[in-house]
């Protein structure tokens, strides 16, 4: 079978970039895949000579380019070790690693872009860090993945302990998003808008994913148009339906709180079932037993009148001596024996 197609050279990627040694939070790039990986710290006053690149744990020349990186990567920057006393720069090694790294970053070190990370939150998948692309999903949370991938994740039970709230597709909502015009063209990050207003699906906009359809709108389309239908299918939907899509903390407070709601009545009522399920059959062999106990008794009340002892003498003939008639069948009384001298016979039950 053959393997992934590898990306354009126009095509945007999503790098990580790793400063654990400089001591700066991650940086989260949206790059050309042309890009060489040495330019990706361009904005670090870095002396080529005192630092290597590694992905996965293996170094990574300066010229390699972006597009071999493997989908979603993590490139971590290391620093060479020093060594001194040896007419190379550093005086005897005495000086800490801090007085070194100050050194070179004496300047205020940059912090992380929030319109980049806001862009790559509304283009990339929340899981692999690949180009949004149909068919997408969303969570309960309003995160967007590409449904592939989130899949892929789900059968090999690799999902980061970060999405725990999803537990299989049936948490998930597909989403319907509206592509722009010249979304395709080479270079361009952002792919989707709303469909009613036209504004870009790029992170500055608010935009809510209705639970019933999936279509995605933007606020202000929802609030200039008064409805209960949506504007694309004009599927009736209510208040509870509109999901913000990457909102504020306290919307993603409310989505949670909202989504163990749901959840606890879906359990509820599966409870409840399973136990009406269980006192129905206990009802069940409760009336068995006394169904059973009622032909019991009934048996034994009526057996005297089923299995009712014969008596020859009830059926004598016409004309007939029932007492003779009934000696036929019988054995002689016992008070019929008589003990002689010549013959003695022993009524049943003397010997």
Same mark, same amino acid.
């Given at each position: 079978?053959?393997?992934?197609?590898?990306?354009?050279?126009?095509?945007?990627?999503?790098?990580?970039?790793?400063?654990?040694?400089?001591?700066?939070?991650?940086?989260?790039?949206?790059?050309?895949?042309? #890009?060489?990986?040495?330019?990706?710290?361009?904005?670090?006053?870095?002396?080529?000579?005192?630092?290597?690149?590694? @992905?996965?744990?293996?170094?990574?020349?300066?010229?390699?380019?972006?597009?071999?990186?493997?989908?979603?990567? @993590?490139?971590?920057?290391? #620093?060479?070790?020093?060594?001194?006393?040896?007419?190379?720069?550093?005086?005897?090694?005495?000086?800490?690693?801090?007085?070194?790294?100050?050194?070179?970053?004496?300047?205020?070190?940059?912090?992380?872009?929030?319109?980049?990370?806001?862009?790559?939150?509304?283009?990339?998948?929340?899981?692999?860090?690949?180009?949004?692309?149909?068919?997408?999903?969303?969570?309960?949370?309003?995160?967007?993945?590409?449904?592939?991938?989130?899949?892929?994740?789900?059968?090999?039970?690799?999902?980061?302990?970060?999405?725990?709230?999803?537990?299989?597709?049936?948490?998930?909502?597909?989403?319907?998003?509206?592509?722009?015009?010249?979304?395709?063209?080479?270079?361009?990050?952002?792919?989707?808008?709303?469909?009613?207003?036209?504004?870009?699906?790029?992170?500055?906009?608010?935009?809510?994913?209705?639970?019933?359809?999936?279509?995605?709108?933007?606020?202000?389309?929802?609030?200039?148009?008064?409805?209960?239908?949506?504007?694309?299918?004009?599927?009736?939907?209510?208040?509870?339906?509109?999901?913000?899509?990457?909102?504020?903390?306290?919307?993603?407070?409310?989505?949670?709180?909202?989504?163990?709601?749901?959840?606890?009545?879906?359990?509820?009522?599966?409870?409840?079932?399973?136990?009406?399920?269980?006192?129905?059959?206990?009802?069940?062999?409760?009336?068995?037993?006394?169904?059973?106990?009622?032909?019991?008794?009934?048996?034994?009340?009526?057996?005297?009148?089923?299995?009712?002892?014969?008596?020859?003498?009830?059926?004598?003939?016409?004309?007939?001596?029932?007492?003779?008639?009934?000696?036929?069948?019988? @054995?002689?009384?016992?008070?019929?024996?008589?003990?002689?001298?010549?013959?003695?016979?022993?009524?049943?039950?003397?010997?």
């Amino acid at each position: 079978m053959a393997g992934p197609a590898a990306p354009s050279s126009g095509a945007a990627r999503a790098v990580i970039l790793r400063l654990d040694d400089l001591s700066l939070p991650p940086r989260y790039l949206t790059v050309p895949s042309h #890009l060489r990986v040495s330019d990706l710290l361009a904005s670090l006053p870095l002396p080529s000579s005192s630092y290597y690149l590694t @992905s996965g744990g293996r170094p990574l020349p300066p010229t390699s380019r972006v597009a071999a990186l493997p989908p979603s990567a @993590s490139v971590q920057l290391r #620093l060479r070790a020093l060594r001194g006393g040896g007419g190379d720069g550093g005086a005897t090694g005495a000086e800490s690693r801090d007085c070194y790294l100050s050194m070179y970053l004496a300047k205020k070190p940059d912090k992380v872009d929030p319109n980049e990370t806001r862009l790559s939150r509304f283009t990339c998948c929340a899981l692999s860090g690949e180009p949004l692309a149909a068919p997408a999903v969303a969570d309960r949370l309003g995160n967007l993945y590409n449904k592939e991938a989130l899949v892929e994740a789900l059968l090999h039970k690799r999902l980061p302990k970060a999405l725990s709230h999803i537990r299989g597709l049936r948490d998930m909502i597909p989403i319907h998003l509206h592509p722009r015009p010249d979304g395709d063209a080479a270079g361009e990050e952002v792919r989707f808008q709303c469909p009613v207003t036209g504004l870009e699906f790029n992170g500055k906009y608010q935009f809510l994913a209705l639970r019933g359809c999936g279509h995605v709108l933007s606020v202000k389309a929802l609030k200039e148009v008064k409805t209960s239908a949506c504007l694309v299918c004009h599927k009736e939907f209510e208040e509870a339906d509109k999901m913000p899509i990457n909102g504020t903390e306290e919307e993603v407070a409310v989505l949670r709180k909202r989504m163990e709601e749901e959840r606890g009545k879906v359990k509820e009522k599966k409870d409840k079932k399973v136990g009406n399920g269980l006192s129905g059959s206990k009802h069940a062999a409760t009336a068995m037993a006394a169904a059973g106990a009622e032909k019991l008794e009934n048996g034994k009340k009526g057996e005297a009148a089923v299995a009712k002892r014969f008596k020859a003498a009830d059926h004598a003939p016409a004309h007939a001596n029932k007492e003779v008639y009934a000696s036929i069948f019988t @054995s002689s009384r016992k008070s019929d024996f008589q003990e002689t001298y010549s013959c003695r016979s022993l009524p049943l039950g003397r010997n």
